[in-house]
């Protein structure tokens, strides 16, 4: 199978960390690409930010379609033009926000979200209503760093995620610690080991889904939501 992988910003260090870990977990029989969102901010930390992404995503999603992979995935822990990317895709387009939010509601009774920014609680919490998982949030609580910082810095984030894990455990209730910015990538399995709370990297969990579910053949609906959009003039 043929899995493309969008990082939405264009960090090129961010991709590389992306890469090298999706090079880890996939398949000796999937081939995967994994790209920068040329273009595009630095980092996805605003609305602004995601709304800037967003074109060049769409037309990466379109050649994804043209160049015969079996699907993609969004790489960033907002889900940029996810629905969009949906509506121009013919194959498998997966978020792995959305992927890892589900998931994390079937492993424990409530998950917290640690997100780099403080000002960026009430998107989280906004998009976990969104999917519908509310009732399945204990908190979403904030690193007070970077997305640049969260990627630059493996042991010192690591470090301040323990801090606030052990404070979404102890204060919130949380059973699944989300690592909400793909700037943690495969960072989960060290801070599991010593948190003793089962700790989802998202970017992990939405490859393994995604194998898996292209194994199965599982197609977007089109029927409605993600009805295809016709170029213009057609």
């Known amino acids: 199978m043929k899995i493309l992988v969008i990082n939405p910003n264009s960090s090129e260090h961010m991709t590389e960390h992306i890469r090298a870990e999706v090079l880890r977990i996939k398949r000796d029989d999937t081939h995967v690409m994994v790209i920068a969102n040329a ?39 907002s889900d940029p033009g996810l629905q969009a990317a949906r ?71 690591k470090k301040r995620i323990l801090e606030v894990a052990r404070q979404a455990r102890d204060e919130d209730g949380a059973e699944v610690i989300v690592l909400g910015c793909a700037g943690m990538v495969g960072y989960a399995k060290d801070v599991e080991q010593r948190l003793g709370l089962v700790v989802l990297d998202p970017m992990g969990v939405a490859f393994k889904i995604c194998e898996g579910l292209v194994d199965a053949g ?12 016709l170029p213009e003039g057609a």
Do not use: W
């Open 87 to 157: 509506e121009v895709s013919d194959i498998l387009v997966l978020g792995i926000e959305e992927t890892t939010l589900h998931v994390a509601a079937m492993l424990g009774h409530k998950f917290t979200i640690l997100t780099p920014l403080a000002k960026r609680i009430p998107a989280k919490e906004r998009e976990v209503r969104g999917y519908g998982l509310e009732s399945a949030l204990a908190s979403v609580r904030a690193l007070d760093l970077s997305v640049s910082e969260t990627d630059a810095d493996p042991e010192a984030t």
């Open 39 to 77: 273009g595009a901010p630095a980092a996805i930390e605003s609305a602004r930010d995601v709304a800037l992404a967003v074109p060049a995503l769409l037309e990466q999603v379109k050649r994804a379609n043209e160049e015969g992979y079996d699907a993609v995935i969004l790489a960033c822990f």
């Open 218 to 229: 599982v197609h977007l609906s089109k029927r409605a939501l993600y009805a295809t959009v």
